[in-house]
């Protein structure tokens, strides 16, 4: 596959891709006889792991760690595990960000449908969410 048309499945601009294999986030891609990128199936399992955990937030250090010790071999296998639940942490902190901000957002949107329909803005106070503010 070239890497027109591994951009193209991805949604990834092709610097994206070179940088990638660049600086270790997915293993040299094997090239033709005429220098040309030739992505394998591998390759593209490779490629879809890492624009999956970037899309996720995982930073690049941590992928390119996981790759080095893919790399490795067998004798990584529980690092790469560590590795995995330590960006797996990371993650479930973003979205807890995330789904904080849906619900100030949720609450804000109920409030505001409601002085639409009564007229009148209330903000109750009692509320146990993280959105009891009036802003």
Known sequence: MTIKEVCSKFNVSP???RYYERVGVIPEVRRTSGGIRDYSDDDIKW??????FRSAGMPIELLIEYVKLYQEGDHTISARCDLLKEARERILIERKKFDDALKKMDYKIKVYENAVETGKLEWNKDNNC???NKS
């Open 15 to 17: 610097d994206t891709l």
């Open 130 to 132: 993280c959105c009891c």
């Open 47 to 52: 490629v879809e792991t890492a624009t999956c």
